[in-house]
């Protein structure tokens, strides 16, 4: 019911991202330009669709997820997925002006692994994963989605906080106790 709606919305937001194209003048020099966040959006979100529309509904997170409990739906096919967009992130990181490959560090390599530790156990408490609650379960208003976006957004909150005060403190000169 909504499909000719939202189909008509991505062509007319498509259009921005061929007038940026055309603007800044052959395919390649617009890719390593600056692209505006909803042009970029824009992309994303057609891909995301065609991807929907093609394989089904499925996200990275979801797949992760699924690999450490070896729940084995579609796994392969999503494997290409994952590659395809691990392909494109790190092609748009090679593309990016100013970017600088630095060697991993341990205190990094911790920080990343508990991080991720973190998220794996988050996905395990919420049903779906980050990407489906935020695409489908917020504007669905399932209340489990907006329970977990709270419970995301209060620790980011948290978090961002707690580092900005150390950073204050470090600033003046004071210790954390």
Request: include cysteine.
């Amino acid at each position: 019911m909504l499909i000719i709606p939202v189909a008509i919305f991505l062509c007319w937001r498509l259009q921005d991202v061929t007038r940026h194209l055309r603007k800044k003048g052959i395919a390649r020099e617009a890719l390593r330009s600056y692209w505006s966040p909803l042009s970029a959006a824009v992309v994303v979100g057609i891909s995301f669709a065609l991807t929907a529309i093609l394989a089904g509904a499925w996200s990275y997170t979801e797949l992760l997820a699924d690999l450490a409990i070896q729940k084995n739906d579609l796994i392969p096919e999503r494997l290409c997925f994952l590659a395809a967009l691990l392909t494109g992130a790190m092609a748009g990181g090679l593309t990016e002006r100013g970017w600088s490959p630095k060697p991993p560090t341990i205190t990094g390599i911790f920080r990343c692994s508990i991080g991720g530790i973190i998220m794996g156990v988050g996905s395990r408490l919420v049903p779906g994963a980050h990407d489906g609650i935020t695409l489908i379960g917020q504007p669905l208003i399932l209340p489990f989605a907006w329970v977990a976006m709270f419970a995301i957004y209060a620790t980011l909150f948290s978090t961002y906080t707690l580092i900005d005060k150390r950073k204050s403190r470090s600033q003046t000169g004071q210790k954390d106790n």
